[in-house]
């Protein structure tokens, strides 16, 4: 397996989306929006396009030549989810998912929103989604992947964010420089919400890998 890393190219979109999907899987986040197994696929299709067209369209997508990983950055300024930008790309939330998990999602979405503003309030770089084909995982591939914006975020002096609903990531983000700067449980009985944030590491640094 090659770990070159460059910008996601169009003809690797589909490829990419697929991964997304089979990677949050295992995501707590999925059951808890999309009770009803029958519509998780959907669900996760989805997920998928809706991230890949937000980072193509306001941040950075990285992966590798064959797609074995995915890593969607917004970029400083670009964010905030507003009405404006999801009815430009189409990302609202589908009926399909029936009123009940839609209810879900937007207000995990406006959680998540309200968390992120509070936890950090100057410039920054969002990382959105950060997926490893489960079959590559352990192979240094997620540190790769996040690399190139976490050195040019150094290099403008500029601190990177993230949440995850999955703890078992936390240990791989601390290894990059991140830190839990807030936890909390979304609702009673919700998946957890673990909030991150990396300040600018000294430029030419050792470089941290998964």
């Known amino acids: 397996m090659t770990l070159s890393v460059h910008r996601l190219k169009p003809h690797q979109k589909e490829r ?37 067209r937000l980072g193509l369209s306001y941040g950075e997508v990285y992966t590798t030549p064959e797609v074995e990983g995915v890593a969607i950055w917004l970029l400083p300024g670009q964010y905030a989810m507003t009405f404006g930008k999801m009815l430009r790309l189409g990302v ?77 990531t936390i ?8 830190l839990v700067v807030r936890s909390i449980e979304v609702v009673q009985g919700g998946p957890g919400l673990w909030c991150l944030l990396r300040n600018p590491q000294p430029v030419g640094g050792p470089s941290r890998q998964e």
């Open 92 to 168: 609202f939330p589908p009926l399909r998912l029936g009123l009940k998990a839609l209810a879900r999602f937007q207000s995990f979405a406006g959680f998540t929103s309200q968390v992120h503003r509070e936890c950090i309030k100057q410039d920054h770089w969002y990382l959105l989604m950060l997926v490893v084909d489960p079959s590559c995982q352990g192979k240094g591939l997620g540190g790769r992947l996040l690399q190139p914006v976490l050195t040019r975020a150094d290099c403008q002096g500029l601190p990177c964010y993230l949440e995850t609903t999955n703890p078992r």
């Open 16 to 52: 990419a989306s697929r991964v997304i999907a089979q990677a949050f899987r295992a995501d707590p986040l999925l059951p808890y929006i999309t009770q009803e197994e029958s519509k998780q696929d959907y669900m996760l299709s989805w997920l998928g396009d809706m991230g890949l």
């Open 171 to 178: 240990p791989f983000y601390e290894r990059q420089g991140f």
